[in-house]
């Protein structure tokens, strides 16, 4: 039987399953925004080639709402390319570690400045949605790898991909995927011995 989803449902199916499954704790509030971030980004027109550091800038001198509006845009896209395409960031100058830090950094400064950018008391129960995507950010990066796992059409793994993708960021999803093939993941060092 084929029903009819929108993107927003499928997400939100996807979310809860991975959420549920990593035992993260959340609201139903983070749910929903985790859910409709994925289904807002099938808009190509959300990705922006400008750099993350420009981005964050001319949000810090940015006054009022507009401050917010851009805190949370760079918040968003960092959550959105370091939980869905981590994996296009290796090799990069710039990789999963730095977006994860813009994300979770625009997601603290948005946390502490929403009552004072909004002047009204809506705003104070966006407050602690922005402190928890930024305080559980590394964990909704790997609730969002899970879901572009579940979302590609190949069925096949690529075990280094997921081991490397643990030595940068010490996911929990990662290690547990590791280990349910049959791999104890361990810390190495590259440096020299001397």
């Not at 929108?6 to 996807?14: A, G, S, V, Y």
């Not at 030595?167 to 590791?178: C, D, V």
Request: glycine residues 6%; aromatic residues 8%; neutral net charge.
């Amino acid at each position: 039987m084929l029903t009819d989803l929108t993107p927003m449902e499928h997400f939100r199916d996807l979310v809860t399953k991975a959420i549920r499954g990593q035992g993260v704790e959340t609201s139903e509030l983070v749910e929903f925004y985790l859910s409709n971030l994925l289904a807002e980004f099938i808009d190509p027109k959300r990705l922006s080639g400008e750099p993350l550091a420009t981005k964050f800038l001319k949000a810090l001198g940015a006054e009022g709402e507009l401050r917010g509006l851009m805190l949370k845009e760079l918040g968003d896209l960092s959550l959105f390319i370091s939980g869905f395409f981590s994996d296009s960031l290796k090799r990069r100058l710039i990789d999963v570690d730095y977006y994860i830090a813009m994300g979770a950094t625009s997601y603290g400064h948005l946390a502490a400045e929403t009552p004072a950018i909004e002047g009204n008391s809506r705003s104070q129960c966006f407050t602690p949605l922005y402190r928890e995507l930024s305080e559980k950010f590394t964990r909704f990066v790997d609730v969002l790898n899970e879901v572009s796992e579940r979302s590609r059409l190949s069925t096949s793994r690529d075990v280094l991909r997921i081991y490397e993708r643990w030595l940068k960021t010490g996911s929990r999803h990662a290690e547990a995927i590791l280990r349910e093939l049959g791999i104890t993941p361990i810390k190495i060092t590259t440096r020299p011995v001397h």
